[in-house]
């Protein structure tokens, strides 16, 4: 039984590099409350990766949008 891609967990570190933005920003994110939806696994975070693109598609801007 595999997970679907939608159904893995990314590390901050992960998200950083899947959104192409320093560590630092999410970081930023986390601390204001900005961040996609995230999951507290012990002293670790992690982000579901059907979560960030959900996240991703809410901050769309409509008038960026050709």
Do not use: N, Q
């Not at 893995?8 to 920003?25: D, H, I, N, R, W």
């Not at 986390?30 to 975070?45: C, N, S, T, V, Y």
């Not at 991703?56 to 008038?63: A, G, I, T």
């Amino acid at each position: 039984m595999s997970a679907s891609d939608d159904d893995k967990f990314l590390s901050p570190c992960e998200l950083a590099a899947y959104l192409g933005v320093p560590l630092k920003t999410v970081r930023a994110w986390r601390h204001r409350k900005e961040d996609p939806p995230a999951i507290k696994l012990g002293k670790h975070i992690r982000y579901r990766k059907a979560d960030v693109k959900r996240w991703l598609e809410s901050r769309v801007d409509p008038r960026s949008v050709a």
